[in-house]
């Protein structure tokens, strides 16, 4: 097999056949479009492969970001309607138990942003305790709310052993469902520096609970095909989906059946070919694609 191709080397020829191989892209957005700032030619590069007909649209695990910082995001990177073109899990998260129509209690531990949206599509959250005085306080705590029939994960940055507990005693129960939002392990700080993320926490619950969730987050085939269903994409094979994390996009791509481009801003080349999951192309940046567009 080819190992992953760097498109920048390729020859004019085989770039066009790369750009001809997709109709639709997919982004990913921190550490692709921005890290803290807009990463130099991405809005550029998103203007001109809209030039070579193709669709765009945006696939982010990020949901602790509110509409207003998003669009100020999309805003700075010169993208146009980028929110509108978003797909996040808090919103796959309200749309799946819609789509079940559930009307029990949501027990979350999730973020403030994925709480709020859940509330506007009309779910009741229930959520915490925040902390605990210390051991004896914690055995008290530990209660199950006969009323909660879903347990949601999603970037909770305030997450304890007591919520992890609760979601715990929860989950035990069969009936009760158990949804996923982002699970990354690492969050990307800035080129070449990453963070530990939430994701550790996710696996202590589903390893405890003997629970699989369902994935609602990259990268999770449900998530992946409810955002093809979002932007109107029917034909996986024509996606090239980007991105700058392995394990959350290159393995949505291979689940999706995507193509899949890796940007190396947070993983270096040696990451890359080090790692079992490799994209089938790569590049610096996506501004290191513009002259070639
Ligand atoms: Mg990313």
């Known amino acids: 097999m080819i190992g992953p191709v760097n498109v920048t080397e390729l020859s004019a020829s085989a770039f066009k056949q790369f750009l001809d191989s997709f109709d639709h892209v997919f982004s990913d957005c921190d550490g692709v479009i921005w890290t803290n700032n807009t990463l ?20 982010s695990n990020n949901s602790l970001r509110t509409q207003e910082n998003y669009e100020g995001k999309f805003k700075a990177a010169g ?15 309200a749309e799946y138990l819609k789509s079940i129509k559930f009307s029990k209690k949501v027990y979350c531990v999730a973020c403030p942003q ?14 915490g305790p925040e902390s605990v005085k210390g051991y004896e306080d914690y055995l008290k705590s530990l209660d199950g709310d006969p009323d909660v029939g879903a347990v949601v994960f999603d970037s ?14 929860h989950l035990r129960r069969p009936d009760v469902i158990f949804l996923n939002g982002a ?30 969730p369902i994935q609602l987050g990259k990268p999770g085939k449900i998530f992946g095909e409810f955002a093809m ?15 700058d994390m392995i394990e959350q996009d290159v393995v949505l791509g291979k689940n999706c059946g995507f193509k899949t481009l890796l940007v190396l801003t947070s993983n270096t080349e040696e ?3 080090a790692s079992n999951i490799k994209p089938d192309y790569y590049a610096e940046t996506l501004g290191s694609l513009v002259p070639l567009l």
């Open 40 to 59: 130099p030619g991405s809005g550029e590069f998103f203007e001109k492969i809209k030039q070579h007909g193709k669709s765009v649209h945006y696939v």
């Open 79 to 93: 993208i146009e309607n980028g929110f509108e073109k978003l797909t996040i899990p808090s919103t796959a998260i």
């Open 114 to 127: 994925t709480i709020k949206i859940l509330e506007a599509n009309g779910f009741e959250c229930v959520e």
């Open 156 to 169: 909770d940055f305030r997450i304890n052993l007591i919520k992890l507990s609760t979601a715990i005693i």
């Open 183 to 212: 699970s990354d392990r690492y969050l990307p700080v800035k080129p070449g520096h990453l963070a530990l993320g939430t994701g550790p926490f996710n696996d202590i619950v589903i390893e405890e609970s003997k629970r699989e």
């Open 229 to 243: 269903k979002r932007a109107g994409f029917t034909d996986p094979s024509r996606i090239l989906f980007i991105g």
């Open 271 to 273: 990451d890359m070919m």
